[in-house]
């Protein structure tokens, strides 16, 4: 106890005090960068999907011909690749819902031997799913061009920087940076 300098306690106390305070401060700013980057990044993701949208309203209107012709051949398969591109696309969530149900029905019910397609159901669930994209289309094309350009320019430029923790992969640059060693070797006899 004699090596203990006199000024210990109180040097520990305001240590304690700064390392909270550094904590809490860390804390509001990664709180506050999430949220200025979410609201961003969900419309900026939503209007870069637009062609996307475009080419699977497409794909479902020549499905649905298929399926009102009687031509079933692949239908099904397609319908499933379709509902999960839907599943990977902003702000239309129940497309790959509807798009399930529509490949469902063109397999047929489990209870008839053999199964017989709903075609009925397949179109109506292909039509619910068309309404959905075209009213997100809709809007998509309702925007000013060089605003809806400007947004998603916006959230490019954040994604890695502001965004950087709520992006699902890191680019290849970040994991080689993160990977190499970042230690600070610091005098931590304060801690104890």
Known sequence: ?????????????????????EDTARLQYRRMADSSYQSIGEVGKALASTDKLLEMRDKLGELRQRIEAGTLDF????????????????????????????KDAVIGDDSQEPKVPDTELA??????????????????QSLDPDIAAAVVAVETSMRDTLGIRSQTRMTREQALFVASCSSHHEDVSLNF
């Open 1 to 21: 106890m004699e090596q203990i300098p006199a000024s210990w306690l109180e040097t520990n106390k305001n240590f304690v005090a700064l390392t909270k305070a």
């Open 75 to 102: 239908v099904a398969a397609e319908l499933g690749v379709l509902a999960e591109e839907a599943d990977k696309l902003p702000r239309v969530d129940s497309v790959s819902y509807d798009i399930g149900k529509a």
């Open 123 to 140: 179109v109506t669930q292909i039509d619910t799913a068309l309404q959905v994209i075209n009213a997100e289309i809709t809007w998509h």
